[in-house]
């Protein structure tokens, strides 16, 4: 008798609350959600400015270090117009955009002076490129500087413009 009104006091109770795996699938969509849209949010203004700068100095010196390493020409290309760089080899390509209405300003290479406008190709040879480039990159009021040298293959970065 004991079983049965357990059994009736059980059935006519409600269920209000969440399941365990409800809240582990509702906890985990609103992380992945967060992850999504938060990193968006922190590249506005000049924190963007200087993770783009960032970028193209690590991808110029793995640019460096992959030619010297492999004993390969590498090709980085930056089409200032369009806002997109990118490099190629005989076995690698690779292309970016910059982001968030970034612009380059302009780019300096020693033989080729300052170049504000169309295509800027730089070959990168078994023994890196023959000569250092800068970048000037600006978004809004903010400006960045990326000067690569091309002696040890490092790049630096810095606010504002620098030649």
């Not at 640019?63 to 490099?87: C, H, P, R």
């Not at 970034?102 to 300096?108: N, Q, Y």
């Given at each position: 008798m004991l079983t049965s009104l357990t059994r009736k006091y059980n059935t006519n109770r409600k269920q209000s609350a969440f399941t365990l795996i409800e809240l582990v699938i509702v906890i985990f969509i609103?992380?992945?959600?967060?992850?999504?849209?938060?990193?968006?949010?922190?590249?506005?203004?000049?924190?963007?400015?200087?993770?783009?700068?960032?970028?193209?100095?690590?991808?110029?010196?793995?640019?460096?270090?992959?030619?010297?390493?492999?004993?390969?020409?590498?090709?980085?290309?930056?089409?200032?117009?369009?806002?997109?760089?990118?490099?190629?080899?005989?076995?690698?390509?690779?292309?970016?955009?910059?982001?968030?209405?970034?612009?380059?300003?302009?780019?300096?290479?020693?033989?080729?002076?300052?170049?504000?406008t169309g295509e800027a190709i730089l070959p990168f040879g078994p023994l890196g490129p023959e000569e250092p480039v800068t970048f000037h990159l600006s978004k809004d009021e903010f400006e960045y500087t990326v000067i690569f040298n091309n002696l040890n293959g490092r790049a630096k970065v810095y606010e504002g413009y620098r030649t």
């Open positions: 609103i992380s992945l959600t967060t992850a999504l849209i938060v990193p968006n949010l922190w590249e506005t203004g000049e924190r963007g400015l200087r993770s783009e700068a960032k970028r193209i100095g690590n991808t110029l010196r793995y640019v460096y270090d992959e030619a010297v390493g492999k004993k390969q020409t590498y090709i980085l290309k930056v089409n200032i117009d369009e806002g997109s760089w990118g490099f190629e080899s005989k076995n690698e390509s690779r292309s970016f955009q910059v982001k968030n209405d970034i612009v380059f300003k302009d780019i300096i290479i020693p033989s080729l002076g300052r170049i504000t």
